[in-house]
Each structure stands twice: as C-alpha cells, then as structure tokens.
C-alpha cells in the first residue's frame, strides 16, 4: 500500500503543532514492520530526503493572496500523487490537494482534523477575502473525505458540529502522539543560561506561535501576578497579524518594567534548546483559547514539567488535573463564547484563575516535579506514535 501524505509543514519548515504531527507520523509509519510505501509531499524549499517532494509557490501567483498561492500548490501537489493508493492531507492548507487528487486518480482521500477554520474567525485578519476561500477549501475537502481522523475527542465533535453533512461513522479518533526518546528530560544548564534563562531560578515557560488561539496576551497578563522570583519565559514568534504582535510587545514591555527575569526569545529554538528550557522550568503554561489536542503539553509532559492549562478543547483529554498522584498539572476553567472565537465570556476572571492555578504550581516546587514526574509517565503509557501509527493504518484499510 503506497500512502501519499500532504502537508504545509515538513522538516525543515516547521512552525506549529500540526507540523510536528506529520513529521513523527511519517516517521512512525516508516518504522513500521510491513508498514505502508510512505511518501510525503510538502510545501517549500527541495529536501533531500529520500521519498519526499517539495512544491514551491507558482510564480504566477506571486504578490496574490495567501490562499491563492496556497491553491497554487495544491494544483501541483495533486498531480504529484499519481500512482498513490490513498491520500492523506494535514490542514486546510494541504486539503485541496488531497481533495483534488482523490478526484483525478481515483484513490481515497484521508484528512485529519488539526484545527478547523469556522473556529478560527480571527483568521480573517491574517487572510483578508482567502479566510472564505480557506473555509471553502475545508468544508468541500471534508465533507467528499473518505475518513477524517480527529486528533482528540473533542475534535471529532468539533468536526460534527462545524460540518453535519460528514457522516460520523466517517470520523475517527487518533490521539496526537509524542516521541518520549526525543523528548525527556535533559539537565543543561549552559544551555538554558545560553537564552537568557537562570536555571536556578524558578520559571514558566510558554511556546507557541504568537495567534489568538494561544491565548498570549491573556496569559501576559495572568503572569504579572506571579512572586518576583519567577522568571517568565516566551518562546513565542511568527505572529498572525501585525496588530496581535503590537499588542503582545506592549504587553511584555509592561511586565520587564514591573520586575526582572521577563525572556522573549523570538526565532524559533533547535529542540535541543527547547527540551533544556522545559526540562529547567517550574511549570509549563499553555492558555489557549482553542486547542484541538495540545502536542505542546505532550513534549512539556515528556520533559517532566508541570502543565497549567485551559481546560478547553482536547487539553482535558491530555492533561489530569488535581492534587492526586495521577496528576499532571492544573486545568484552568473556562466559559466561552460560542460564536467560533473561543473568547472567554469573562476575561478578568480566566485571568485571575489562570495565575492562581500558575502561583499554586509554582510555589511548592515538590508537589510540581512529582506533576512532572507523573505527566512523563503518561506521555510515554498513553501517547506513543507506534500505537498512534498502528491506528492511523486501520484508518487507511477501512477506506481502501
């Protein structure tokens, strides 16, 4: 069985979580004893790997909106997959294509949902018009799908509810996966010192893109309650919009004049540096707004950290909240609006619980490593990407 898989995002070219999905999963499926012909077809620059194509921008759409462009590939992306027994296309990005292709060459097409647009309205800002065309683009690619594979439970009633036409037998649920070789927790304190970052100090640390979704700016404002000693690390970069990124740079221009230990490190880290800032932190925060799964909290968990988290979306399905010995961090409650924006129905209060949640974690040092102790077992019981491979392929032979 040769499988073409469709992403935006593949190594080199990797900004978000739905990236690190594809590239593991490939991984996985490669490893796998009689596994299938994985091919991988990508956006971007050539890659040397072997089985892997990229696809530029067509210099025709040069200077036209991001989702023309993005149709631009997925034209080029389809054709590529001649000869493939099954497409499986990641995000709206690689949709079409997977779409398309499964109309030219006769052959099922596999989407997984990572996120969904009609959640994601502040996209307009990012995409002008192309937010109607990228929804278009989803919806069609849903809806004529084979099978579309959730990444968590809460995702696939996300999918029933955005799109009623897609039959739910058609939806499955696969967990987003972590490799816990790659992820555990390493002790370099040279390079945490390398950033910008005491290791000796206690720190939370945030990573993601700088989006709506993450919840930054609400989370700036939760840690300016956190004690003095607490450094607060931003892995955060490649903003949505100029708007959001103007907004987050006041924001942390306010907290680094209130108190020391404020580090923003803009570009994206090697994830060696990346598992050293984990493996060093207090707690891990993730205050999205909208999270289909969490791989973020996943590669914390590996590393042994505590996780304070939204309780939204996939989070809860990841993260086990409370003082017992299962747990693996705080879940922050939330009540949002349900107009698609995820947006907290009472800001002040989410704020007030998120830093309480972060003050707790961080002020008995013990109880947050016997979290992170607890979060890395189960990132290696429950989330392995063998098993995780293994269910995407009975996916596949339900369709072929």
């Known amino acids: ?26 991984r996985a499926l490669r490893a796998m004893p009689d596994g299938p012909d994985t091919r991988v077809h990508a956006f971007g620059a050539p890659r040397e790997e072997p089985g892997t194509s990229s696809y530029a921008d067509l210099g025709e759409l ?39 292709a499964s109309l030219l060459h006769g052959v099922p097409h596999v989407v997984s949902a990572h996120s969904l647009e009609p959640l994601r309205p502040w996209k307009a800002e990012q995409l002008g018009g192309g937010y109607a065309l990228s929804s278009w683009v989803e919806r069609t690619s849903y809806e004529a799908a084979a099978a579309v594979i959730a990444v968590s439970a809460a995702m696939r009633e996300d999918v029933l509810r955005s799109y009623p ?3 739910p037998d058609r939806v499955h649920t696969v967990h987003n996966g972590i490799d816990t070789d790659l992820w555990s927790p390493v002790h370099a304190p040279d390079r945490v010192r390398a950033q910008g970052v005491d290791p000796d100090r206690p720190s939370v640390v945030f990573v993601g893109r700088i989006t709506r979704q993450k919840g930054l700016p609400l989370f700036l404002r939760a840690v300016a309650q ?12 490649a903003p949505d919009t100029p708007e959001i990124q103007a907004e987050v740079e006041t924001l942390v221009a306010g907290l680094a004049a ?12 090697p994830r060696a540096d990346v598992v050293a800032l984990l493996s060093a932190a207090t707690a891990f925060a993730c205050p999205s707004i909208y999270e289909p ?22 989070i809860p399905e990841v993260v086990v909240d409370g003082a017992g010995p299962d747990a693996t961090g705080r879940l922050v409650p939330i009540e949002q609006a349900t107009d698609g924006t995820g947006t907290p129905l009472d800001p002040d209060r989410y704020v007030a619980d998120f830093a309480a949640a ?11 490593a016997a979290m992170g102790r607890a979060g890395r077992q189960r990132a290696i019981e429950s989330f392995s ?10 996916v596949y032979r339900s369709v072929l």
């Open 1 to 26: 069985m040769r499988v073409d898989v469709l992403s935006k995002e593949y190594p080199p070219e990797i900004y978000g979580g739905a990236g690190v999905h594809v590239a593991e999963l490939v």
């Open 62 to 100: 040069a200077g036209a909106n991001p989702a023309l462009r993005t149709l631009g590939v997925d034209l080029a992306i389809a054709q590529g997959c001649a000869g493939s027994d099954l497409v499986h296309s990641h995000t709206w990005y690689a949709n079409m294509a997977g779409h398309l």
């Open 165 to 167: 036409a897609v039959d």
């Open 226 to 237: 956190l004690p003095p000693e607490v450094q607060i690390v931003l892995c955060a970069g």
């Open 258 to 269: 209130e108190r020391d230990g404020v580090v923003w490190i803009r570009e994206m880290l």
């Open 293 to 314: 799964l969490g791989i973020v909290n996943l590669e914390a968990m590996a590393c042994e950290t505590a996780v304070v988290a939204t309780a939204t979306g996939g």
């Open 358 to 368: 972060l003050v707790e974690v961080v002020s008995d040092p013990d109880r947050a």
């Open 385 to 394: 990407w063998g098993a995780i491979a293994a269910r995407t392929v009975e």
